[in-house]
Antibody, heavy 123, light 108 residues
């Protein structure tokens, strides 16, 4: 059974930092590109970042570029999102999501989502 | 960035009726359009990808169509569990990946 379990969400002050983790099981993590998608409670979905299966390529939304860093540890089956210089507008539920197909190039179809972890940026 | 516009924002229907949801993109995405369903307090669930391919385990009452810039998700004979919010997402022109604003299908 595929499982994605996020952790690390918390209340943080503007300008602060957080690192989110997503521990996965039930599939060969090292062969799938992975993404982070966020959602302000009650609002729509916003793609945040992507990392290729071999970590060779990463992409970011303009809204987080230069502040967030996606990474992965294939030996630990874990995806990360380091978030620095946090702003009130980063407040959201952050989902770790898995691509439907394995391989080097991400196809950006998400067949499994974690339960989400809530990040609140407020003073 | 490719902008996705979903309509209507809210669809009020009764169980057994057919729901027709629209997603229009600001530029062609070929057939690289994905549909998700989200229920309150839950993560989104993959329904349809590449415009018309049902994901594993998705009932046949869910169907997708379209290409280019106009896409439709049809839910035939709504079941009580189908009342939810539906999002479209394009995977043709990225980064960034973009989602539509969602259509809420509510019980009339």
């Amino acid at each position: 059974e595929v499982q994605l379990v996020e952790s690390g969400g918390d209340l943080v002050q503007p300008g602060g930092s957080l690192r989110l983790s997503c521990e996965v099981s039930g599939f060969t993590f090292s062969t799938f590109s992975m993404h982070w998608v966020r959602q302000v409670p009650g609002k729509g979905l916003e793609w945040v970042s992507c990392i290729y299966s071999d970590e060779a390529v990463t992409y970011y939304a303009d809204s987080v570029k230069g502040r967030f860093t996606i990474s992965r540890d294939n030996a630990k089956n874990t995806l990360y999102l380091q978030m620095n210089s946090l702003r009130a507008e980063d407040t959201a539920i952050y989902y770790c999501v898995k691509e439907i197909g394995a391989g080097h190039n991400p196809g950006a179809v998400f067949d499994y989502w974690g339960q989400g972890t809530l990040v609140t940026v407020s003073s | 960035d490719t902008v996705l516009t979903q309509s209507p924002a809210t669809l009020s229907l009764s169980p057994g009726e057919t729901a027709t949801l629209s997603c229009r993109t600001s530029q062609s995405v070929s057939r690289h359009l994905v549909w998700y369903q989200q229920k309150p307090g839950q993560a989104p669930r993959l329904l349809i990808y590449d415009a018309s391919i049902r994901a594993t385990g998705i009932p046949a009452r869910f169907s997708g169509s379209g290409s280019g810039t106009d896409f439709t998700l049809t839910i035939s004979s709504l079941e009580p569990e189908d009342f939810a919010v539906y999002y479209c997402q394009q995977r043709q022109n990225w980064p960034p990946l973009t989602f539509g604003g969602g259509t809420k299908v509510e019980i009339k």
